[in-house]
């Protein structure tokens, strides 16, 4: 039974550009959220997806934005880079759209983002 | 706004020793959903436990503990008879319910590193 599953690994970037982060979600999970972690913090909610919407978004500018596929898997794209955007990026699935009770967050091993 | 505070950053016990894990939080709702992570250095987080607020029973989980009390805001967590595996950050968190009836995003504490010496 495959887990969550992230890709690539680790990313380098530069200050400006234009990123694309990957992530499939445990078989039979139909949510994705994704969180930013930055070095020795707890993670933080960038945004929920349910049926290829976005159904809930944390205090992210919109420079972060994201994608779910028929499939569930999902993307999030964050554009014009900072500095301040290097951090561990975590996605997580879930089945059912209350699902942070019902269903608890299954995470994957994130994306280590670094922009310089 | 919620919050959830890990006032120890760095726990460092020997192994054997019993350790408990503090967490306190805040929120204005009085549905709201409570957890406990652990972070390997692998990095992905691994699910412990989750209490919703109408439920302040203690939970015992084999060496896992966990203390819930509504009247002090607080979800501690205790290791009994440490191990050297238990050796990872672990993270409390909170969830509010919004009006639909699901639930919010996690608001995550800034984590607890433990460490366990052999």
């Known amino acids: 039974d495959a887990g969550v599953t992230q890709s690539p690994t680790h990313l380098i970037k530069t200050r400006g550009q234009q990123v694309t982060l990957r992530c499939s979600p445990k078989s039979g999970h139909d949510t994705v959220s994704w969180y930013q972690q930055a070095l020795g913090q707890g993670p933080q909610f960038i945004f929920q997806y349910y049926e290829e919407e976005e159904r809930q978004r944390g205090n992210f500018p919109d420079r972060f934005s994201g994608h779910q596929f028929p499939n569930y898997s999902s993307e999030l794209n964050v554009n014009a880079l900072l500095l301040g955007d290097s951090a561990l990026y975590l996605c997580a699935s879930s089945l059912g759209v209350a699902s942070s009770y019902n269903s608890p967050l299954h995470f994957g091993n994130g994306t280590r983002l670094t922009v310089t | ?118």
């Open chain 2, 1 to 118: 706004a919620q919050k959830v505070t890990q006032a120890q950053t760095e726990i460092s016990v020997v192994e054997k020793e019993d350790v408990t894990l503090d967490c306190v939080y805040e929120t204005r709702d009085t549905t709201y959903y409570l957890f406990w992570y652990k972070q390997p250095p692998s990095g992905e987080l691994v699910f412990l436990i989750r209490r919703n607020s109408f439920d302040e029973q203690n939970e015992i989980s084999g060496r896992y503990s966990w203390n819930f009390q509504k009247s002090t805001s607080s979800f501690n967590f205790t290791i009994t008879a440490s191990q050297v595996v238990d050796s990872a950050v672990y993270f409390c968190a909170l969830s509010e319910a919004y009006s639909g009836g699901g639930a919010d995003g996690l608001t995550f504490g800034k984590g607890t590193h433990l460490i366990i010496q052999p």
